[in-house]
């Protein structure tokens, strides 16, 4: 026992979300009391409330603090959970990893996390990839088709890397030198503080700012244009800029000419890009070709050395050409005349109309553009969440293209990493001959091309046994049932599952349906390693081994502990050093030149110079070949014939979100708002509501609407509301917001849990008298690459229910657990909307 009395300070940083504030924790005593801002770190400008509040989540009384086990029913109303021993709880889970691998293959046991971006499961994230890969599972159900798809992976399909750091290497804005930033769907000051620090600095030193949103919220008010862009309409935007700039000739011509497939011709028969193989001239074969206005004549290009074969070749961006093959006469344009096509059909005009924006200020925006060069871009959350996402974040990073400032200062650029050595276990023997993860078959170049699977597709694994059985589960946080649409669907799958343990902080709605529960530490109780910390070079040079704060509460453990000693119990220690953590913190920090022990004795972590290289795909091989981009082509891909060879449109083309005013005016008569959501501020996602000084800051929950639209309704500010849309119906409170388009409602998801000390209320979460926004959210139309459900563009109508809730649970209930199972009652329009499913 310290002295109750005696203060100490140790610097860390936040773990609770994906701005990873550096922070200087303070303890009195044996007890956790204060975090505040730590300056000297590269993200330790500033905490949000969240981040203070890190005490209070610690010794929050709701916190799980033993392993358990049920002994009722699943759907039960008590499920009898009786207290277990760790050994009882990991064996169980071992054991019925085993049973299942045994009978029906790996695949059959899935498992789910929370985001990387909302909780501490960054610490953890690698290492329950090196789990699945040593046992053999490719299915990782970890939202990855809502929050990092369009940004970290649509993009690859242009530039070959994402668009930011998920995971592997991503373009990121450099802010500190950018030009204009271009903030897209994204509202760092209530989600990424240090992406909003960096920028508003930035703002001062003269860098103009672009914000895409249809609210008027964070920093659109310190931006040079705000573009109020309907939700799920981003696709049309994106081509419409593209459509002014390439009018205006405000185009990096030469960028586009050396580094895209914009020069390559497109055959108008088949869509195919011309090769030689269709001249016949017994050559190269695969070789594509386009026009070379030096010689005027085909020049072919060889992306195996990633040049055209005449090194004077001036390959011309645009032009149609009528070939001669055996065949006949084959008309062909080059990819960028096509895609030039595809955006003069985004005219301003229809622009306004599809976007409902202010032409002038998109005039302004493409002005900025172009005339603030370098750019960078982040495009995030608002754009995600549709089921047009793929080709929405296609379209964007090829109106990026025409800045040519990818990877140039102040543009999207590769920042250095520290090096160090892999550690999700990618080679592994487990994850040779692994079958295909679930929705693969379906969706080949989505999620499960990198081993994830949508929800959907788990609770069809489950309860349709398609493509293939899925039996069990291992949950780290992940509260599908919040998190996802189709949530009583996925209720049914959750308990029909054979064997499900999850390791979490809190009992969630979805926790409460496992079989085993493992209480897990929180990032202050608990050590992690973080090689880089993203956002900038200096940031990225940080290595830091973050200490535990405090112990941990009761006999919760790390996730990583947890982790390690499953894969020991299941026979796969020798891939685990033995169950010796520190051994695999080794391994991992070697390459650094960086020891552990120097890390542990310098907690606010140490810097490694890293040296920043810009333009990398200009840099020359020793055979003379240019490094290019990471796609078939080695160029920025503006023709994506991986799309075109899978059923996609190999360009960008816009399509309505299938649940919208335009696709659907049947609907739109009844349900005439189009419904998107946002984060809150004081949350992290379905998390966080039971702690007293982020709840007392928001009781209940919200929907936003125009106040002529409330007007329109008899709605009062304040006042609860229905949100009804033709999948569900939930209730929250009106807020009432002038910046808004009056045709637009913005509601907030994650709303279950209580909080006991301030007496505020739970809500259930399979009710439509309780407010889990996620049950209004349709799973029958699905973007076709990504299998991403519309959970930010939809159809409602907003009722007064009258001055008081309803729906309130007692504060001690704990949400959803007296429901009958599968009532659907409630929801007497499902399936009459002629939606086509794709289950
Ligand atoms: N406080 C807090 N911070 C968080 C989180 C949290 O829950 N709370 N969650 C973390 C996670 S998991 C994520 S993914 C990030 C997300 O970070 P952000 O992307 O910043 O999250 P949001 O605020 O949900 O969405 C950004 C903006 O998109 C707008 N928007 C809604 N629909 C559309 C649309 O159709 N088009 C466009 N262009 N914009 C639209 C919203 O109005 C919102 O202002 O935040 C992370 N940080
Ligand atoms: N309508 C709508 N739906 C959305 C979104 C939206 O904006 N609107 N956002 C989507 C996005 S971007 C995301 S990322 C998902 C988020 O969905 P999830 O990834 O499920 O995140 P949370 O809802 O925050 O739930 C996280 C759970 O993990 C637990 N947890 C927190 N830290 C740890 C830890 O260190 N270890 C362990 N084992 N558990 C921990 C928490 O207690 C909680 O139970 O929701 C998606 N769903
Ligand atoms: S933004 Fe808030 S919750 Fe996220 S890391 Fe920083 S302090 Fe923690
Ligand atoms: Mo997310």
């Not at 509301?721 to 917001?737: F, H, Q, W």
């Amino acid at each position: 026992m310290a002295d109750p009395a005696s203060r100490r300070q140790i610097q860390t940083y936040c773990g609770l979300c994906i701005a990873r504030c550096g922070a200087i924790a303070t303890i009195q005593g044996d007890r956790f009391v204060a975090l505040a801002p730590d300056p000297s770190h590269p993200t330790g400008q500033a905490l949000c409330a969240k981040g203070r509040a890190g005490p209070e989540l610690v010794y929050s009384a709701d916190r799980l603090l033993h392993p358990m086990k049920r002994t009722r029913p699943k759907g039960d109303p008590d499920p009898g959970w009786v207290r277990i021993g760790w050994d009882e709880a990991l064996d169980m889970t071992a054991a019925a990893m085993r049973r299942i691998a045994d009978s029906d293959g790996p695949e059959a046991f899935a498992f789910s996390q929370g985001s990387g971006s909302t909780t501490g499961l960054a610490d953890a994230g690698g290492w329950i990839r090196r789990l699945m890969n040593a046992y053999g599972s490719p299915n990782h159900c970890g939202a990855m088709e809502l929050c990092g798809w369009s940004r970290g992976f649509a993009t690859h399909y242009t530039f070959g890397v994402g668009s930011v750091h998920v995971g592997s290497a991503g373009a990121m804005p450099d802010i500190a030198n950018t030009g204009c930033l271009i903030l897209w769907g994204y509202n760092p000051s209530k989600t990424r503080l240090t992406h909003a620090t960096s920028t508003v600095e930035a703002v001062k030193r003269g860098m103009k700012l672009i914000v895409i949103d249809p609210r008027h919220a964070g920093l659109a008010n310190k931006a040079d244009v705000w573009l109020r862009v309907r939700p799920g309409s981003d696709g049309a935007l994106a081509l419409g800029l593209a459509n002014l700039m390439i009018a205006r000739g405000w185009y990096d011509r030469d960028f586009l000419r050396d580094w895209s497939n914009g020069p390559l011709l497109v055959r108008a028969d088949t869509g195919r890009l011309l090769t030689e193989r269709d001249l016949d001239t017994g050559e190269g074969g695969e070789r594509r070709l386009a026009w070379d206005a030096r010689r005027q004549a085909l020049v072919a290009y060889d992306p195996t050395i990633g040049r055209y074969v005449h090194d004077d070749a001036d390959p011309a961006l645009e032009g149609e050409h009528s070939i001669t093959t055996p065949q006949g006469v084959v008309l062909c344009h080059t990819a960028f005349t096509l895609f030039a096509r595809l955006c003069q059909r985004h005219s301003l005009e229809a622009v306004a109309t599809t976007c409902w924006i202010d032409p002038a200020a998109m005039e302004e925006a493409a002005r900025l553009i172009w005339e603030s060069r370098p750019v960078g871009y982040y495009a995030y959350a608002g754009h995600e969440q549709h089921a047009n996402t793929s080709q929405t974040a296609r379209a964007i990073s090829l109106l990026y293209a025409l800045t040519g400032s990818f990877d140039q200062p102040g543009g999207n650029v590769l920042f250095p990493a520290v090096p160090s050595a892999a550690i999700n276990g990618g080679t592994l023997p487990g994850t040779v001959g692994m079958a295909k993860a679930a929705g693969f078959a379906e969706r080949p170049l989505g999620p499960a091309r990198w081993n994830n699977v949508t929800s959907g597709e788990l609770y069809r694994a489950i309860l349709d046994k398609e493509p293939y059985a899925i039996r069990g589960l291992l949950g780290f946080g992940s509260n599908l049932l919040l998190a996802r649409s189709d949530v009583l669907r996925g209720r049914e799958a959750l308990m029909a599952l054979e064997f499900y343990a999850h390791a979490d902080l809190f009992m969630s709605p979805t926790a409460e349906l496992a079989d085993v529960i493992l209480p897990v530490a929180s990032t202050f109780e608990r050590e992690a390693l973080r090689v880089g910390f993203d956002v900038s070079l200096e940031a990225q040079s940080l290595v830091q081994l973050r200490q535990a704060v405090v112990a941990p509460q009761g006999e919760a453990r790390a996730d990583t502990e947890i982790i390690f000693d499953l894969a020991a119990r299941l026979g796969l220690g020798e891939h685990f050093w033995g169950g010796d953590i520190e051994a695999g913190y080794q391994y991992q920090i070697a390459p650094s030149g960086v020891s552990l022990d120097a890390l542990r004795a310098s907690p606010g972590g140490m810097r490694v110079p890293v040296v920043m290289r810009y333009g990398k795909h200009a840099e020359i091989d020793a055979k003379g070949s240019p490094h290019g981009f990471p796609t078939p082509s080695r160029k920025v891909e503006i023709y994506s014939e991986t799309f075109l060879q899978h059923g996609y449109d190999p360009l960008p083309e816009y399509r309505e979100p299938q649940v919208g005013p335009v696709a659907r005016p049947d609907l739109a008569a009844r349900y005439p708002l189009v419904l998107t959501s946002a984060k809150s501020t004081l949350f992290c996602d379905s998390q966080h509501r039971a702690l007293p000084s982020l709840r007392r800051q928001s009781i209940d929950p919200e929907v936003e609407l125009h106040p002529d639209a409330a007007q329109a309704r008899g709605v009062m500010a304040g006042e609860w509301v229905a949100v009804e849309t033709p999948e569900g119906s939930v209730r929250a409170r009106a807020r009432l917001n002038a910046s808004l388009d009056p045709r637009v409602a913005v509601g907030q998801h994650g709303w279950w849990q209580a909080c006991a000390t301030l007496g505020a209320p739970a809500y259930d979460p399979f009710s439509a008298e309780g407010s889990n926004f996620n049950l209004l959210i349709g799973a029958d139309a699905l973007d076709p690459i990504s299998g991403t459900p519309p959970h930010r563009a939809y159809l409602c109508e907003i009722r007064p229910v009258g001055a008081t809730a309803p729906m309130s649970k007692g504060p001690d209930a704990m949400a959803g657990s007296s429901r009958p199972p599968f009532d659907r009652s409630m929801y007497p329009h499902r399936g009459r909307f002629g939606l086509v499913s794709r289950r």
